[in-house]
């Protein structure tokens, strides 16, 4: 044994010899690790007096399970749709307070995904060894005030690298990245080349290494050299088929994480609303994580969890509470690497006291602890000690977690704390490049690896993460502790002015620098700034945030370079007097466009009276008109000063205009054009021309006011004026489309026809300004309706459609799928799933936007497919999955009663005089005989007049009914006309209803002919079903059954299975037929083959020679569709 002196001497020449420093003997740099510690475990840190935390995810074992269980089950669901099998999608929304473990527990969940060798794939097979692709992105308080879409780029960003990234180093695309680029590559809006393709690039540029992947080489998309301006619709359109072309291709679901979502910007949650809500979006499990604490009932994120969950069965909620005093315990053992003892657990109580089981708050804690040397490694006994009370422990933590950072950042090297102030006022991520930019004043210079050392160092403290190539704080709090730091040094404004400055220079290629350096430079004093620069930054990154959809960033920033103007005292002065004006021009299509009217009219009104000549009053004008439009739908009092505004640029028109007036501007009008066509004006060259900019919305307003005279008058003038002019302006083709649609309300088929001609010709010209376009190719095909076949119009409209949405014009999509719905049901074109997936897609969009009366109508359309094609006890009625007309109806009143009442009228007298359902036929009758015979959509008056006249014939008849005959002469009436005029759509039905009127032979047989010859399959299987009626009364048996089987193969054929099967119970023979091919009009459109055969054949017997065969001959040349019996051998 030794003395007591003996121990005091020797402890004295160690801490000599190995420089013991610190508290509590926490030790300092140690020269010969593997001398004083030959343990396996032994760690660098430690001995520096740091500690190292475990990587494991402590006590959410249950959370992890049921997230697993949601991605199994979203790998196990298929939806059978149309024998196509389609995974669903799956939304998540994990709430918990900040520093809970959201983000933690997710990238541990990917983890073991990826980990797990029995994942069940597409096909069921749990040898799946495809890739599980994660992409994830995080809001911050700063950056939601900065560039829009923010973590959406973050997962975007890496959803293009990870499906572009060679594999091994070499250039061999995998299997799954190339099924991804075709899938991308066969999408008709964001293929290569395609509008969507260009809308992609210019707002989301961390794309283009996967759009340039999907190009073929020497192959030119068609809209490749196109200008795009995105809409905010736009862009969210693109961005779902983005994803859906994605997500159709991998084998395993997407996984996205987006974090901190109380802080999203509102561009990013209008995207949200259309991707979490989308019936389009399937094999995606997304994720959403938000702070509970920090979103309350009014907070737009909790209004979009409201509108996503509604009904939904594929929405889970998940809430992330703090860990146990158990699992809190269990982690500080593991980090101090002690057993859960007596002693252990004093530590974890004072720790969870404090922290109350934040997994962030216990490190910081713990780090606290360590740093004020009360925890501390001994090396004397190797190990992590304390030797205070625990109530000494409680007091030396922070309750302010922020503070605890903080006080962490105080004790850095003053680089360091440099470094981290710089990080503090940038919300996004920064390469070393861009931060050695900024460590560069006040007369110090980096090299990039110095700067890469202090980065480094940052990471070694856990105060920074290293996201190649980028850096970015490892927590939003470390943050927040760094920009408090960073507000205390003095000379804060020069280093704003400093960063701005630096972000101005790198941010020519990079748009969201622009955003972060203008809003640094707003926040400053107003003798800081150069106030000219300013206002121009301000309206130069407006552009930026317009044409990313993000309007409020948009409106925002107008303001604010306004009231830099303003405060400088130059607005409208003569120096700023352009400057003004374009702000004020800026600042009311922003207004106008987000909904503030209010707003809008103030600043028309700063315009009005400020601007110096007509010609710059004209946007003004315009919006003030559209305003009255948008706002209120006061038409009349839109055309009425919209005539007054015309007047100061010499238009000038009465508001009534009389007989004698009309006359006169007539004879001025034809004396303009000189005998010639209307289409003399496709020759003209294109001008930019804002009047006639104003002059189409008032005749907008002139149309739907019903003021006919005023709008004629109106196009005289505007024809007159470009004749003079020499030239015109791409807004002349909406305004022309608008005269055709004139005439088809004047029953004017000739004048619609050329109006509606010159139109497609002008159109051909005007390709680049896509509004326009759209809205001359919508009045052609309403004025086509007259005279072109119903089917060669779907199309069109379905792309008029489209392209209505990509520009955020809702009221014309809707307008452009309604014509859509109506020229498909008129042309008899299949039923089917495909065509109610596209109504659902219409649904789902009705729903984000808050169109209840378009939400009705579609909904509608939906129910009568269904009707057609699923048996239901009562098919002439609008009762189902889809649709409830009596519910419906009760929720509406005024003018939304009365249409939608006309709308499930005609649809449903449709359905009871195909189940031929005679007292709904009756009742119907007496609810449509209430409206006028008069619609300016020709398809939707055209269905049903057709329909009120069969059924008006069908029940004239019966001796209750005599008064219906004059209502179906009515509609005859209306069809005659316009098979005068060489309408295809017109003439079957005029025939049918002529047959109706007076059975014969010949007429059902002329009828029969005429729906062959247009490939009307709907009517044509309606014909001879009739004809059989008629045949079975004269005890034609024979013939009425071979009629009778024609229509049972063309309701099929038409897919109006509910019919077929209904006649199949009344005719049990057709039980007994099957065809060996179905070939049909509605199967060939489009086909080049001029005939096709199909079989019919009688089950029962196998000896074929007893069996009775017909064959239908098709030939889409002939004038009839004719069933030829061939008689059977008979048995030897």
Known sequence: SISVRDAIIILIIMAEEFRIEGCHGTIAEQKDEAFHDDRSDASDDEEKGKIKFPTRLYGREKELDSLKKLYAGLMASEVDDRDDKVLKSQVVFLSGYSGVGKSALITEFVKQLRGSKNRPNKTNNNNNDSPIIYGAGKYSEQNSASSPFFAIIEVLKTLANVLCEAKDGSDKVTEQQEKVRESIRQSELIGPGKEGDLILRATFPVLTPLLDSCVVANEKGANEDLTVHPTMSAIKECTLQLLCAICRALDNPLIIFLDDLQWADEASMDMLNVLLTSSELKNLMFICAYRSNEVDVEHSFCKLMDNVAKGDESVEKMELFSLSPTSITSFIADSVKKEEDTEMKELSSAVYQTTMGNIFFTKQALEELVRKNILFYDMMCFEWRWVVTKVELANNMSADVVESVLGKIRDLPKEIQELLSLMAYIPNALDVSTLKALMCRDGASYEERQVLDLLQQSSDEGMLLLVSPNWIFAHDRIRQA???????????????????????????????????????????????????????????????????????????????????????????????YELTRQLYDALLVSEYSSGAYDAARVAIDEVVQNAKTPDEKLIAYTHCVMCLMSETSEYGRGAEEGLEILSKYGFDIPQSPTKTVMAKEEMKYKLALRNRSISCLTTLPIQDDSLLALCQQINICAMYSGKLDVMKLLNWKIIQYVLKRGSISSDLAPILGACALVHVKLND?????????????????????????????MCVCLAMCLLQNFRSLTDPFLQSYKDFKLMGEVEMSLNGLNGYAQCFFGAGCELGPIFETKLLVVEDYCRNLGRQSSLVLFSMFRQFALNLRKHSDSPSKLVGEAFNEEQVLSELEGSAHFQTLRDSSSLRVQLAFVFWNEVDMIDLLKILETYPLQDQFAARLHNRLAFTGLAAFAMCHRKDCASYKALGEKCMGHFKFLSKNGSVNARPVYLFLKSMKSPSRDAFSKAIEACAEGKFVNLEAMVNERYAAFLREENDEAASNDCITEAYFLYQDWGAHAKALQLSKDHSFLKKLRRKTTRSFAHTVGSNNNTATASVMSAGSDDPASKKKMTFSFNSTSKQRKLISVKSEKKK
Request: proline share 1%; charged share 25%.
């Open 749 to 777: 088929v000739k004048r619609s026809n050329e109006f509606a001609t010159t139109v497609q010709a002008l159109n051909l010209r005007i390709r680049d300004d896509k509004k326009n376009y759209a809205m001359a190719g």
């Open 482 to 576: 760094s920009l408090k730091f960073a507000s205390e040094k003095s000379g804060s404004e020069e280093t704003l002015l400093h960063i701005s400055s630096v972000l101005l220079a790198e941010g020519s290629d990079r748009e969201w620098c622009q955003y972060v350096a203008v809003d640094i430079l707003n926040s400053l004093p107003v003798e800081k700034t150069d106030c000219n620069e300013l206002v121009k930054l301000n309206l130069k990154v407006s552009h930026l945030a317009r044409n990313s959809g993000a309007l409020g960033k948009e409106n925002a920033l107008v303001h604010k370079g306004l009231e830099s103007l303003k405060s400088a005292g130059m607005t409208w002065t003569n120096d700023y």
